[in-house]
């Protein structure tokens, strides 16, 4: 994939220095109180609530390396296989054609974010790496662990997941006598000075685990309720280095977000979320924000591999429940009509073991929504996927790591909060700050991260308005196109398009446009 040409923002609020880019901006959020039976909202500026920022993000962009947690799996050995590959522009004949490497799936080199409008009035996008320096994803470096002793190219072949003979995983934790926390944490600056990195990501890709019984008092022993990730969480963090869970476990007990927090150090979870969880969140954000009550969600999955054999333990499987069952929350909690307090879907999640499909996941989700009148409405999907695809948390989190800011009434440069929450879009079960709202809609997940991302070069939240293209005379600074507005593009299926009428041309979704009735002037 070609490196997108770098974005610059003309801004006398942007500096683009020799060692970082600086922007000024402004925040501003509208409070809304309960006063006598209503809701009186201060939107600035009768109540000012504005917050102005400095963002500083360093243009140097370090050597990082990924440390795998399970580097043999399906996860950890796609990615490896996909970053290897695409520097060699590899490319393979199948029976639907002929492919090659790329990155779709990943959002931070194949997402785009809109920039704002040309001179047509047309968006302007880019990808998200073009907006500030981040990591190329060819540019990782991998290490990892793994309880079975295969190397990586003896692994996918295991997994059937399509030079890997030479990448062979550490010794991992299989239960907390296995291996010492200490020996753990020798691994890590092992591999930083081996491939000669600046920077180290721990990234959990292991089995799912069960969940662990939170007990006051146990988090700093070495109990046997202390997870193997757990181990290597803590041990991360003791090493300075980021730590992300992509399994469904709870891994970041509170002992260890302590420490997260002492240190300095980001951490984030829970379970990455790819396929069916994203289209579930991305469908019932539809059938919600439409005025649908969505009274019952069904969802069955069957696989093999190890994910598919080991969520067939009813433990594990708890674990994967509880993630995939908050997916829905954040929305349904929005909607006090038609919900009632505490009112909320039936959630059903359903996980086989079948081998034959190996790495091919098969889902079936059913959405039952209550209409108006005691009507139903009953979405049935059926989604076949191979998950993969976990570059992208890397590199965005590693952007966080360099990101600072300080406000006018705390001049102190800050980074953000030791809990990632700006990762939430990558999470079925995404931890926050304590007090944060947990956003699970996909929109504004996406959004958050966006916006914080022009922020940072000094650009205003998108808002989606277009305001200029929804005037009856051209917004300002668009050019006129003719004496009326442009022709509809929209290809003509149904015979010659008619006069214009009322400044209107072209056809509505290949229908003719009905002539408008004149109105008499006496």
Not at 156 to 178: G, I, N
Not at 273 to 283: A, D
Not at 365 to 370: M, P, Q, V
Not at 509 to 522: K, L, R
Request: charged share 20%; glycine share 8%; net charge negative.
């Amino acid at each position: 994939m070609e490196a997108a040409a770098q974005v610059i923002v003309e801004s006398p609020d942007v500096v683009y220095g020799p060692e970082a880019i600086e922007a000024q901006w402004e925040d501003w959020t509208t409070r809304v109180s309960p006063e006598g039976g209503d809701l009186k909202v201060h939107p600035r500026p009768r109540a000012p609530t504005t917050t102005p920022f400095t963002f500083r993000t360093p243009r140097q962009v370090p050597r990082l390396g990924v440390m795998l947690v399970g580097w043999g799996g399906n996860n950890g050995s796609t990615l490896t296989a996909a970053v290897l590959a695409n520097p060699l522009r590899l490319s393979w004949p199948t029976r639907s054609g002929r492919k090659e490497t790329n990155y779709h799936g990943s959002l931070t080199p194949a997402g785009t974010v809109s920039l704002g409008l040309d001179a047509g009035g047309q968006e302007v996008f880019v990808p998200f790496s073009a907006l500030l320096p981040m990591v190329a994803p060819n540019d990782l470096a991998f290490d990892g662990c793994d309880i079975s002793s295969l190397n990586v190219a003896e692994a996918m072949r295991r997994v059937t997941v399509a030079h890997m003979e030479a990448l062979r995983p550490r010794p991992s934790v299989y239960t907390p006598e296995f291996i010492q926390l200490e020996q753990i944490r020798k691994d890590i600056p092992d591999f930083r000075s081996s491939a000669g990195l600046d920077k180290v990501i721990v990234l959990w890709t292991a089995n799912t685990e069960r969940f662990c019984e939170v007990v006051p008092g146990l988090n700093d022993t070495l109990g046997l309720e202390v997870s193997p990730s757990t181990l290597f969480a803590v041990a991360s963090i003791l090493e300075g280095c980021a730590f992300l869970s992509g399994s469904p476990q709870n891994t970041l007990v509170p002992g260890t977000l302590e420490l997260a927090c002492q240190r300095r150090v980001f951490v984030g979870r829970d379970d990455f979320e790819s396929g069916q969880t994203k289209v579930k969140s991305v469908l019932v954000d539809f059938l919600i924000s439409s005025g649908l009550k969505t009274v019952s969600i069904v969802s069955y999955n069957h696989l093999d591999n190890n994910d598919g054999q080991n969520l067939s333990a009813p433990l594990q499987f708890r674990s994967k429940e509880v993630s995939e069952s908050n997916v829905v929350d954040d929305r349904v909690q929005s909607k006090p009509v038609p919900y009632t307090p505490g009112e909320e879907p039936d959630h059903c999640v359903v996980i086989k073991h079948a081998p034959y499909v190996g790495d091919s996941k098969r889902a079936l989700d059913e959405f039952t929504s209550e209409l108006m009148l005691g009507g139903t409405s009953t979405v049935v999907l059926h989604n076949t996927c191979e998950d993969s695809g976990l570059a992208a948390p890397i590199m965005l989190d590693l952007l966080c790591q360099r990101v600072s800011f300080c406000t006018n009434a705390d001049p102190e440069p800050q980074n953000f909060s030791h809990v990632l929450s700006l990762l939430s879009f990558l999470f079925k079960a995404p931890l926050v700050p304590p007090g944060s709202p947990v956003i699970n809609a996909l929109f504004r997940q996406r959004s958050c991260i966006e916006n914080i991302l022009r922020a940072c070069v000094g650009l205003p939240p998108q808002n989606h308005m277009l305001l200029e293209h929804k005037m009856e005379r051209p917004g300002p600074g668009l050019k006129q196109v003719g004496p009326v507005a442009a022709a509809c593009p929209v290809s003509n299926r149904k015979g010659p398009v008619p006069a214009s009428t009322s400044g209107c041309s072209g056809d509505a979704s290949g229908h003719p446009q009905v002539e408008e009735p004149q109105m008499p002037t006496t």
